[in-house]
């Protein structure tokens, strides 16, 4: 019988889209290289500039609040 292999996923990092810095997981994502909140987009929940309206990933229109 075969073992399921238990495979690790990778964890999920989330880097700056201004320095590619790697940023803590908070409810608020911050970079402290650049000093600017990072915005999730809600399609594809890539990191956004925060001066972004267009997802650069997918594309999809950021709505600032
Ligand atoms: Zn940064
Ligand atoms: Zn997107």
Redesign the pocket.
Known sequence: MAKPTVKKTAKKEIH?P??D?EIMKAEFPY?Q??G?TIFYCPKCRQPVARDKRICPHCGAEIKGE
């Open positions: 700056c201004y320095c810095e970079c290289s650049c600017v």
